[in-house]
């Protein structure tokens, strides 16, 4: 199994020493199942793949220039995107690497890059089903899905009031689990992306409520995904109003977004290094 270097936001050191954030976990399932690579996580400046995830501007984050030093450039390296996307609206692509763009999350992200390639839109975590076909079995009606940092906030104000039906989903669970869980639901309620999407991928109603925390981030990538998704994200709710009936989760609005054929075949022959 040939081996590709992996830069992911949340990953520190070896992969599985720690829970980490999961939509920045996919690349280690998604490469190794689709294309039978091995994801070597490395830093930044030694990246020869970004992909699922707000990362497209994570060097720049970290290193709050507009440019990269001379002396410590890569343009003898490559760093080809794959899928990912940007955090905030005011961030750039910035990189000690050369960047070949193949796909961006979507068209908010595709303005902020300059390229003469021919660019696919969607985010790679819409190919989890071609992985992992998902649960055969409902399991909870109404799954919750809150971003990793506010899971503690919810499970504490949250779990003992919810009806007996209802569920709570840790992030920081095994990604097939996770998957698992979301296709086994009847509607998912996620202030997280991933929890959105990967409801989407698999066919499964959603809404977006409040951050209630320190999630990163302007709502840039929210934007982005949900114009590449080709139907409005709901503004955020307050859970109180969905636990007190204010809002109709069977409407029409919540309906998901399941991948065109046409987009999955579009990620999996944009990856660039089959």
């Not at 707000?54 to 220039?65: C, M």
């Not at 030093?69 to 003898?76: A, D, F, M, Q, V």
């Not at 902020?112 to 190919?127: C, E, V, W, Y």
Request: aromatic share 10%; hydrophobic share 40%.
């Amino acid at each position: 199994m040939r081996k590709v270097k992996v830069f992911s936001a949340s990953v520190r050191g070896k992969f599985g020493e720690s829970p980490e954030n999961f939509g920045d976990n996919l690349m280690h399932h998604l490469l190794g199942e689709l294309f039978d690579l091995e994801v070597q996580y490395v830093p930044p400046a030694e990246a020869e793949l970004l992909g699922v995830g707000s990362v497209l501007d994570a060097y720049w984050r970290r290193v709050h220039r507009d440019s990269v030093p001379i002396r410590k450039r890569r343009p003898w390296r490559t760093l080809h995107i794959w899928g990912g996307g940007f955090m905030t609206s005011e961030s750039r692509p910035i990189w000690p690497q050369r960047i070949s763009y193949h796909a961006v999350r979507g068209p908010r992200s595709l303005e902020r890059i300059q390229t003469k390639n021919k660019i696919f839109l969607g985010d790679p975590a819409l190919l989890l089903p071609q992985i992992w076909p998902g649960a055969t079995v409902l399991t909870k009606k109404i799954l919750l899905v809150p971003h990793f940092v506010t899971f503690q906030y919810f499970n504490d104000k949250y779990l003992s009031i919810l009806p007996k039906d209802w569920g709570i989903l840790n992030l920081l669970s095994s990604p097939r689990e996770i998957c698992e869980k979301i296709s086994g639901s009847e509607f998912i309620i996620s202030n997280s992306l991933h929890g959105l999407i990967v409801a989407d991928a698999y066919g499964v109603p959603s809404c977006r409520i409040h951050p209630y925390g320190p999630i990163k981030g302007d709502g840039f990538k929210f934007i982005d995904y949900e114009e590449q998704r080709g139907k409005l994200l709901n503004v955020p709710y307050y859970m109180e109003d969905i636990l007190n009936g204010k809002i109709n989760l069977k409407d029409e609005a919540f309906s998901p977004c399941r991948p065109s054929a046409s987009t999955i075949e579009g990620l999996i022959s944009s990856f660039p290094m089959k």
